[in-house]
């Protein structure tokens, strides 16, 4: 089931009631009431300072492994809410993340940037811009990508796609839309990470001890693709604001329900999400050796 993802633009105020989370909006024509089942929803976006969340209905939204997501005066994602539990054998496969040994970190890495690679080249293939050289960089990753192939490959990505564009968190549009899109997929990430019982804090790959989701950092690099597609969409082909309007928001927000093909099976990306963190978890067991990663179709 593909869980909604709710965004709060306006002032609000949000209770529950019954299992249902309430929404009480005032407009021209008086106060409007609208209920949402908890169990229905996998993403809350709270972007405006007159949002008003009762704590009861804070903790219903934990219980059901919703990720809560605040953002700051200029639109931007800015904290992350999760719950604690979100697994009945959360510790034992916990213990197996922990115990993990640096050859397998390396050739999940190893995995993950493949993945990534192949989806950036999908994106080049859709916009018609020239593939050949990132299939040939995916082919040459080693494990634990020494060389570091993924640099390389994002190097001629970003200057192919954009034509010269340099990727920079604090740079120019269309930079703040990347930025907005990724921050959804983290979070989404983080919840699918927290369902199947891992820590989002113990990564792979990145590193930081200022950073509580460095496996969702790790685990989100194949998914981004889809994120620089939609950017790509609105920047260049309809014409949208480089800021973030509502427009240019609402088909961020969608990404979750955009297909991929996750081995044999398409499914939306927020379910397949749920793939990816159990066969990662399996990975990490000694039960599979590959973690099911989307490929955009």
């Known amino acids: 089931m593909i869980k909604q993802t709710l965004y709060f633009g306006s002032q609000a105020y949000i209770s529950l009631k019954h299992k249902q989370l309430q929404i009480r909006k005032n407009t021209i024509e008086g106060e409007k009431l609208i209920t949402r089942p908890i169990e229905?929803?996998?993403?809350?976006?709270?972007?405006?300072g007159q949002i008003t969340i009762t704590h009861k209905a804070i903790i219903a939204l934990q219980n059901n492994k919703v990720a809560l997501i605040s953002c700051d005066d200029r639109h931007m994602p800015t904290s992350l809410m999760l719950p604690m539990v979100g697994h009945s054998e959360q510790t034992e496969k916990q213990r197996y993340q922990i115990e993990a040994s640096l050859?397998?970190?390396?050739?999940?890495?190893?995995?993950?940037?493949?993945?990534?690679i192949k989806n950036q080249s999908r994106v080049l293939i859709k916009v018609?811009?020239?593939?050949?050289?990132?299939?040939?960089?995916?082919?040459?990753?080693?494990?634990g990508?020494?060389?570091?192939?993924?640099?390389?490959?994002?190097?001629?990505?970003?200057?192919?796609?954009?034509?010269?564009f340099v990727r920079d968190r604090y740079g120019e549009p269309p930079n703040n839309l990347l930025n907005y899109g990724y921050a959804v997929i983290r979070a989404m990430i983080a919840r699918s990470l927290v369902s199947s019982g891992l820590l989002p804090g113990l990564g792979i790959h990145h590193r930081n001890k200022y950073n509580p989701f460095c496996l969702a950092d790790d685990i989100m690099e194949p998914y981004r693709p889809f994120i620089d597609l939609i950017v790509y969409d609105a920047f260049e082909n309809q014409g949208l604001a480089s800021f973030l309007d509502k427009e240019t928001k609402s088909s961020l927000l969608a990404v979750s329900t955009m297909d991929a093909q996750f081995g044999k099976r398409?499914?939306?990306?927020?379910?397949?999400m749920i793939m990816t963190t159990a066969s990662l978890a399996a990975c990490y067991r000694g039960k599979?050796?590959?973690?099911?990663y989307p490929l955009l179709i």
Do not use: C
Request: proline share 4%; hydrophobic share 35%.
């Open 103 to 116: 050859p397998l970190k390396k050739n999940l890495w190893q995995q993950t940037v493949i993945a990534k």
């Open 266 to 272: 398409k499914s939306p990306l927020m379910v397949g």
């Open 288 to 292: 599979k050796r590959k973690i099911n």
């Open 145 to 164: 990508d020494p060389n570091n192939i993924e640099g390389q490959a994002a190097s001629y990505y970003w200057k192919t796609l954009f034509d010269d």
């Open 128 to 143: 018609g811009k020239s593939h050949k050289k990132l299939d040939y960089l995916s082919s040459r990753v080693e494990s």
């Open 40 to 48: 229905d929803i996998g993403v809350v976006i709270l972007d405006h």
